[in-house]
């Protein structure tokens, strides 16, 4: 029996195995219904959903977006700018407006670690976490999860290396916590000055050189490099980052197999990956974008709806 | 808690029956032409099958089939509890201008029927929809009625009539559970 | 207003008398009069004269010399919503605390003669318990330019800190503990490397990394102990280490103290109880700098209460307003209330679970505080300022921040269950606070 998901989804280290597979079993579905002609279903009509974003993020809110009206929700955009300290609302005053209105749902993106969990605790609408300063950005988890599982068949035994600025990502956390409930092996790779001081302690295996990772691996999962890193200086250069860790052909020509290469996006080519993997035959990151329709579908089906009950309502009988 | 079982159609009376309604079903289209059988999530998937089958050895014509699941187009998601696991849909062929016929097990209140309705709309417009249903336990709660029913039962509000097929079920039956002091 | 010399008398009967300024731990009677101890032991029929007596019953109770907090945060002038003088002098008075030090980060910042005035008189209309200024080490608090320590201990200022800030140049720290030596006063410091701890909200470890929040790692706190202590070292001045967090920095003093340099240091009560995990789910109750650091760094921190190397327990009692609180954790302000929970939560944490005795708590509670910092009281001698905290050590009661005369809310400890409670808390000899009233 799986425990029920909970009026929220904030990231997936709370989340069991059982409850991330049924979240992944759950997108199946979702996937053929954006493969229609008319890629709409009513189960959410009527629902009104806000995507609350306090950082810009084209890709990820369009997304929501598409997985909101496909299954056909009211949806309203607001974007805000800055922390509540810097200017407007304070974000408990947002919340509180927002309760004012009766919205169902809140899908929220936010620059501080915490936001999701501050917001839900004060709302009785589902709350979904887009992504909260560098705590986790869960449904990112779940469909780098979801597309690993279609092209493998299973995530047990895995090996993912996440490559990159471990320290400073959100997906990264999501997806330790996720590859790890499902039984995969993690591994790391990075500047020691990009992974968190206690990574030894987190279960997964470091690698210091990219080479290493791609001897090991099944599967990278490459991050964004950041600017503002190098400015930080937590790294001297991009330029030697992308040459002592950088993704290219010619490494990865030297594994023993042919790795899945993914990549949240958006991409830094010529950074920490090369164009020519970003676009060649191993890279499924089109696919990411795709299940990351199906995979919110799936999160806002099941967060969305009545109170949840013991009984296992997806027997048959009755209501036919 | 006495729980009285009765059987309705067992393997063999329910080959019989869905053979009738095989032939029924080629008889109200006049031929297999535009024929197309829709079975819906779960077992009428497999029914539909058997009759799929059926037309195929008197007919000797292949009629396309799909599966429908209607999880998504239901009208009680809000009440009814943990969210209900969606099955798969898999209706590759254009169905405008066809006939569709949906196939399900038991037709009770008619509102599953009216989420395949709906869903099917959303796929195209057929030239005509029909439905056949192994049983039919009365007790409509919307106006749909079937064109081929393979037998019709009267059954009380709190009993159950259940539809087993082989390849879920390990059997081919048709019960009336009564559920006694519930 | 306290007024020092009263014609009243007040007798204390029958309590469990613990001095350690004395060596006393007995039970028996402590008469105050004129605004001083008159008399302790087994004192029988009390000689009047004429004067007013009230007896208390104070059997069951421990009588001990007032605590003395020498680091709290009282926010006048500046931030009067979110306390005042008078509202702190309260506080500490409901926490057993006859004498406090505010630390000189007010609005303006507290570091010329005219402000320490201010405060003085502020205290003095609140009638509740000392306060004692300090004054800052720089002007305005910007590590650049030396403070008049001479006016502002004329003034009445016992020590000088730049608490809430580290003094950054070790040339400025240099100079203050020279030029502080003329004075006879202690330099505070509050130890943090600004650049280790930039952006930092709370601890270095595994939860931050689970919480995705910047951590503060033990040695932005430890390298400026362990620079503090070898400036005492070379000046000879008295340097004064506040809010120590880290088993590393325990480490360190003891070095110091070893060498016979003349370092001094305090903890504050949550840092003996609670680690980084009480943070939980992103609670800003539990933020605080320095922050809740591990397990090992709360065992390495009582084990130095009890020997020692830690010589002062303070509360670094810093209220803010329930608005500022409620926010996202990065950017919510750090500092928790703590003069009413003070004595419970050291008695809940160290002298139920058998780490330190009654008699080293109030060492390290009043008579150490006082001593180091040349205050009046901390003792039950005879002549001795009339300061004195009666207090029951098992009386169980659950914390109710609603409840507090603070206007801060801002604890950890909210909804907890702690042993002991302030009875009464006198002052020149007049009853400041009593329970139940």
């Known amino acids: ?320 | 808690m006495t729980d009285r079982h009765t059987i309705v159609l067992d393997a063999r009376a329910m080959d019989r029956t869905l053979r009738r309604m095989a032939d029924e079903i080629v008889e109200l289209n006049d031929g297999t032409d535009d024929l197309i059988i829709v079975g819906i999530q779960r077992r009428g998937v497999q029914l539909a099958a058997r009759i799929v089958s059926s037309i195929k050895e008197r007919e000797k014509a292949d009629v396309p089939s799909g599966a429908l699941d209607i999880t998504l187009y239901r009208d009680d998601l809000q009440t009814v509890g943990p969210r209900p696991v969606v099955g798969p849909t898999d209706l590759p062929w254009a169905i405008d201008g066809k006939h569709v016929v949906i196939v399900d097990d038991v037709l009770y209140t008619g509102r599953t029927v009216r989420a395949a309705l709906d869903e099917l709309a959303d796929f195209g417009r057929p030239r005509r929809i029909g439905l056949a249903v192994l049983i039919d336990r009365g007790g409509r709660e919307l106006p749909i009625q079937p064109d081929v029913v393979g037998k019709t039962v009267e059954v009380a509000k709190r009993d159950r009539v259940d539809v087993l097929v082989a390849e879920l079920d390990e059997r081919d039956a048709v019960i009336l559970a009564g559920a006694g002091d519930t | 207003m306290t007024r020092d010399a009263q014609s009243g008398m007040l007798l204390l009967r029958g309590g469990r008398i613990i001095d350690p300024s004395q060596n006393i731990d007995e039970v028996g009677d402590v008469l105050l009069s004129g605004g001083v101890v008159e008399a302790t032991g087994r004192l029988g029929e009390i000689r009047r004269e004429g004067n007013e007596l009230r007896e208390i019953d104070c059997a069951g109770r421990v009588v001990s010399p007032g605590f003395v907090d020498v680091h709290c945060h009282l926010r006048e002038p500046g931030r009067e919503e979110v306390e005042t003088i008078a509202s702190g002098a309260r506080a500490a008075a409901a926490g057993g605390f006859t004498a406090v030090c505010a630390m000189p980060n007010t609005d303006p910042v507290t570091d010329n003669q005219a402000a320490v005035g201010f405060v003085i008189s502020q205290a003095r209309r609140a009638g509740a318990a000392r306060v004692y200024p300090i004054g800052a080490i720089s002007i305005g608090e910007k590590g650049e330019t030396l403070a008049e320590f001479g006016e502002m201990v004329g003034a009445g200022a016992v020590a000088v800190s730049d608490d809430g800030k580290p003094v950054v140049s070790a040339q400025l720290m240099r100079t203050a503990l020279e030029y502080a030596r003329t004075f006879g006063i202690p330099v505070a410091d509050h130890c943090e490397e600004p650049t280790l701890a930039a952006g930092g909200a709370m601890n270095e470890g595994m939860v931050s990394a689970r919480l995705g929040l910047r951590g503060i790692p033990a040695e932005a706190e430890e390298i400026m102990a362990i620079r503090d202590i070898l400036l005492a070292r070379l000046t000879g001045g008295h340097i004064h280490l506040c809010h120590m967090s880290t088993k590393g920095s325990v480490e360190l003093i003891r070095w110091g103290k070893e060498r016979g340099i003349n370092v001094t240091a305090e903890v504050c009560p949550h840092h003996l109880s609670l680690t980084e995990e009480a943070i939980g789910a992103y609670d800003t109750n539990a933020k605080m700098n320095p922050p809740l650091r591990t397990a090992s760094d709360v065992e390495a921190l009582q084990e130095a209460v009890k020997d020692g190397t830690i010589d002062v327990i303070a509360t670094d009692h810093a209220p803010h307003h329930y608005d500022e609180k409620e926010r996202e954790f990065a950017d919510a302000p750090n500092g928790i209330v703590g003069l009413e929970t003070a004595l419970s939560v050291n008695l809940t944490w160290l002298v139920h679970r058998g780490i330190i005795s009654l008699p080293l708590l109030v060492e390290r509670m009043a008579c150490a505080p006082a001593r180091l910092f040349n205050l009046p009281g901390g003792s039950l001698r005879k002549g001795a300022l009339a300061d004195v905290t009666v207090f029951d050590p098992d009386a169980q009661w659950t914390v109710d921040a609603s409840r507090f005369r603070s206007k801060g809310r801002n604890t950890p400890y909210q909804g907890q269950a702690l042993r002991g409670i302030v009875q009464l808390t006198v002052v020149g000899g007049r009853v400041i606070h009593e329970r139940g009233a």
């Open chain 1, 1 to 320: 029996m799986i425990e029920p998901l909970g009026k929220d989804l904030l990231g997936l280290e709370p989340l069991s195995g059982d409850q991330i597979r049924l979240i992944l079993d759950t997108a199946e579905p979702f996937k053929e219904i954006s493969e229609r002609a008319i890629k709409k279903v009513p189960t959410l009509r009527g629902s009104t959903i806000v995507n609350l974003f306090f950082e810009a993020s084209t890709r990820t809110r369009v997304s929501f977006e598409f997985a909101e009206k496909r299954l056909s929700a009211d949806t309203v955009n607001v974007a805000s700018s800055g922390s509540s300290v810097s200017k407007g609302e304070t974000l408990v005053d947002t919340a509180r407006n927002l309760e004012a209105m009766r919205i169902d749902m809140v899908v929220i993106r936010h620059g501080a670690s915490g936001a999701a969990q501050f917001l839900a605790e004060r709302i009785e609408s589902n709350v979904i976490n887009a992504g909260d300063g560098t705590h986790e950005h869960p449904t990112q988890g779940l469909l780098d999860l979801l597309t690993l599982r279609d092209h493998f068949g299973k995530l047990e035994g895995l090996k993912v290396c996440i490559c990159g600025d471990v320290l400073h990502s959100r997906v990264a956390r999501s997806n330790i916590w996720g590859l790890k409930k499902m039984g995969a092996e993690v591994g790391v790779c990075g500047p020691r000055s990009l992974l968190p001081n206690c990574i030894d302690e987190m279960g997964v295996t470091v690698f210091s050189r990219v080479e290493d990772a791609i001897q090991w691996a099944d599967a990278l999962n490459v991050l964004r490099l950041q600017l503002e890193r190098m400015h930080a200086g937590y790294i001297p250069s991009l330029r030697e980052y992308n040459r002592v860790f950088g993704i290219s052909s010619e490494r990865l020509a030297r594994a023993p197999k042919d790795l899945l290469i993914l990549h949240p996006g958006p991409m830094n080519r010529g950074v920490e990956i090369d164009s020519d993997v970003a676009d060649g035959p191993h890279s499924v990151i089109l696919n990411q974008v795709t299940n990351g329709v199906a995979v919110r579908m799936a999160v806002l089906y099941l967060l969305a709806g009545g109170k949840p009950e013991l009984a296992d309502a997806a027997k048959g009988g009755g209501g036919r």
